[in-house]
C-alpha cells in the first residue's frame, strides 16, 4: 500500500493531466498539449515583446497560472522538478513573437539555464529572432555561490514575470523590458523553510526525512535541503530567521513584500507570519509599498513559506499596480 | 578490426551505450539521489532507448548524420542538465565528423576531443568540479596520447577506458561545485558522480564496439 494520498489518475500522467484542467478551466488561454506549452489565446501579439518562461512542473501557478495580459505570453511545463527541453521553448518562442523580440525568463537552475540556452541557440539559427534571456537568483539561502551553481531562482520570479509583463504592455523594446526584469532580479532577495517535505508523484514518497518537531531553513522549490534544520518555531521567530538573512544582503527601504506558501500551508498560517514580517520591517525602517500573500511559487504539497522583499522605485510600483489578467493573478482589468 | 570506423561500427557504439545505460539505470539513479535529485538513470535510459528507437527507423549514411541524430535525440528527450550535456557532446561530435565516410584514429580522438569541449562550453564546468568531465577529460587526453604514439585503436580505447574509471573514482573525494550536488558542499563528498559514471559507460560502449 502506498503512503501517498492523491487525487491524480496515474502518476505518470499528472501533467498531461493538469493541462487538460488548465485549458477546460482557463478557456482564453491556448495550451499545447503535445509540446506542452500554455499560451494566451490570442499570441503572438503584433509588435509587443513575448515573454516567455518555464521550468519543471510541480510549482503552481507558476508558471502557466501567470499566463494572460499583462504577464506572461506563454509558460513551458516540464516533467515534475524537471526542467523542459529546448523543444518547447522554441515553439513557444516561435509562438509568441510578435516581431520585437522575446524575452525568456529563467530560475537559476543547472537544467533551466542549460535547456533555455540551446532553444535560444536553435531559434538565433532558425528564425534569427531576437531573444534576451534574464536569470532569476534571489535565494539567500545559498551562501557561497562561489563554489556552488550559484544563488536559486525562487520568489523573486513571480514578480519579475508581473513586472517585466507590464513593461512588455507598455510597448518597450526588448532592451529595456530585460532591465527591467534584471532590475527587479538584483533588488529582489528571498528565504524559505519547511515544515513538511513534499512527495513527488511519480517517486510516491516524501522527498527527505524531517522529524515531526523539526524544520528546515533554507529550502529551494524542490525539496533539496536548506541550511539547516532548527525545532519547529513560532511564526514570530519564523519571521526572523527568513527575514534577517535578505535584511543582511541588500539595503532596503521601500518594499514589495511577498509571503509565498509552498502548497500546504494554509493562508490563515501565511498572513500570521505577514503580520510578523512586517513588524520586523517596521523596526527596521522598512515600509511595505505594496504586498502579496499566497501560494504562489509552490513545491507540491510542501507545508511552508518563504518571504520575498524588492526593494521599489517608482518604475516598480508602477508597472505593478499596472493591469493582469490571468489565472494566478487578476487586478485592473 | 580495421583501424578505421564507419556509421555501421558508431551504431554499435551507440546501442552499446544504449544496453549499458539500461543495464546501469538503478546504479545511476541511487547514485543521484545521494546527492542530485534522483533522475540520472530515468531520464539517460528515456533518451538512449528513443536514439535506439530513431536510428533503427531509418539508419543514416555517414558517421556526421548518426552523430547529430543521436544528440537531436538526446536533446529533445532527456531533459534536466544531462540533455543539454549529453546533445552538445553528440552535436560537438557530428560537427568534426562531418561527411566523411569512415573516422581514422586521429579522426575518433578530435571527434572526442570536440565532445568534451562541448561540455565544458554547455556547463562551464572545470577539474576537480566532481562532473562528467572528469572522468571524460583523461579518457579523451589518453586516447590524443596513445593515437599520437602510434597505438592500434582497440588499445588506445582500452587506455582511454581505464583513464576514463580513474578519472570517475576520483570524484567519489570531490567536493561538488556544479549542479544540485553543489548545493550539499561538504556533504557531497564520499559520493561517486552519477555523469561521471555515465560517460565512464559511453567510454567503455567504445572500447567495446569501436575496436
Redesign the interface.
Known amino acids: 500500500m502506498s503512503a501517498m494520498k492523491k487525487l491524480i489518475n496515474d502518476p505518470a500522467n499528472v501533467v498531461a493531466d493538469a493541462l487538460r484542467g488548465v485549458a477546460l478551466a482557463h478557456p482564453e488561454l491556448r495550451v499545447d498539449h503535445e509540446q506542452k506549452v500554455v499560451y494566451r489565446g490570442d499570441a503572438p501579439v503584433r509588435g509587443k515583446v513575448g515573454l516567455i518562461s518555464g521550468g519543471g512542473s510541480g510549482h503552481e501557478p507558476l508558471h502557466a497560472g501567470f499566463v494572460g495580459p499583462g504577464m506572461l505570453d506563454a509558460a513551458c511545463a516540464?516533467?515534475v522538478?524537471?526542467?523542459?527541453?529546448?523543444?518547447q521553448m522554441v515553439a513557444a518562442t516561435k509562438g509568441v513573437d510578435g516581431g520585437s523580440g522575446v524575452l525568456h525568463i529563467v530560475k537559476n537552475?543547472?537544467?533551466d539555464i542549460?535547456?533555455f540556452?540551446?532553444a535560444a541557440e536553435i531559434v538565433a539559427a532558425d528564425t534569427g529572432t531576437e531573444v534576451i534571456a534574464v536569470i532569476t537568483n534571489d535565494d539567500v539561502a545559498?551562501e557561497?555561490s562561489l563554489?556552488?551553481?550559484g544563488r536559486?531562482g525562487v520568489g523573486v520570479t513571480v514578480l519579475v514575470e508581473k513586472i517585466a509583463g507590464a513593461a512588455a504592455d507598455e510597448g518597450r523594446p526588448l532592451a529595456d523590458v530585460a532591465a527591467v526584469a534584471r532590475k527587479v532580479n538584483e533588488n529582489g532577495r528571498s528565504m524559505g523553510l519547511a515544515l513538511t517535505s513534499c512527495t513527488v508523484p511519480a517517486?510516491g514518497k516524501p522527498t527527505f526525512d524531517l522529524p515531526a518537531d523539526q524544520m528546515e531553513v533554507g529550502i529551494?522549490i524542490?525539496g533539496?535541503?536548506g541550511r539547516r534544520r532548527v525545532p519547529v518555531a513560532s511564526a514570530a521567530e519564523a519571521a526572523e530567521m527568513l527575514v534577517t538573512p535578505i535584511l543582511g544582503d541588500l539595503t532596503y527601504k521601500n518594499v514589495i513584500a511577498f509571503v509565498n506558501g509552498m502548497g500546504g500551508t494554509p493562508l490563515i498560517e501565511l498572513y500570521v507570519l505577514f503580520a510578523e514580517v512586517a513588524a520586523i520591517l517596521e523596526k527596521s525602517g522598512v515600509s511595505i509599498a505594496r504586498s502579496l500573500v499566497g501560494p504562489y511559487i509552490t513545491s507540491l504539497d510542501m507545508a511552508g513559506a518563504s518571504v520575498t522583499l524588492v526593494e521599489a522605485d517608482d518604475e516598480i510600483l508602477r508597472l505593478w499596480d499596472a493591469p493582469v489578467r490571468t489565472p494566478g493573478l487578476r487586478w485592473g482589468i | 578490426m580495421a583501424d578505421t570506423v564507419g556509421t555501421e561500427a558508431l551504431h554499435a557504439w551507440i546501442r552499446e551505450f544504449a544496453r549499458l545505460i539500461a543495464e546501469h539505470k538503478d546504479l545511476l539513479t541511487e547514485l543521484d539521489s545521494a546527492i542530485g535529485d534522483a533522475d540520472h538513470g530515468v531520464n539517460l535510459h528515456r533518451g538512449m532507448s528513443a536514439v535506439v528507437e530513431v536510428l533503427a527507423k531509418e539508419t543514416p549514411g555517414r558517421p556526421g548524420e548518426l552523430l547529430k541524430r543521436t544528440g537531436m535525440t538526446l536533446v529533445s528527450t532527456v531533459g534536466g542538465a544531462s540533455g543539454p550535456l549529453y546533445g552538445t557532446a553528440f552535436l560537438r561530435m557530428s560537427a568534426i565528423a562531418g561527411d566523411a565516410e569512415t573516422l581514422d584514429g586521429a579522426d575518433l580522438a578530435r571527434v572526442l576531443r570536440a565532445a568534451l569541449d562541448g561540455v565544458v562550453a554547455r556547463g562551464k564546468a572545470q577539474a576537480g568540479d566532481k562532473t562528467m568531465y572528469d572522468a571524460l577529460a583523461p579518457a579523451v587526453e589518453s586516447l590524443e596520447e596513445s593515437i599520437a604514439a602510434g597505438q592500434p585503436l582497440g588499445e588506445a580505447l582500452d587506455g582511454a577506458l581505464r583513464a576514463a574509471e580513474q578519472g570517475r573514482a576520483a570524484t567519489i573525494a570531490m567536493v561538488a561545485r556544479k549542479g544540485r550536488a553543489s548545493y550539499l558542499g561538504e556533504r557531497s563528498a564520499g559520493h561517486q558522480d552519477p555523469g561521471a559514471t555515465s560517460v565512464t559507460l559511453l567510454v567503455a560502449a567504445a572500447a567495446a564496439a569501436l575496436a
Open positions: 516540464g516533467e522538478f524537471t526542467s523542459p527541453v529546448p523543444d537552475y543547472t537544467g542549460m535547456n540556452e540551446m545559498v557561497d563554489y556552488t551553481a536559486r517517486a529551494g524542490h533539496e535541503p
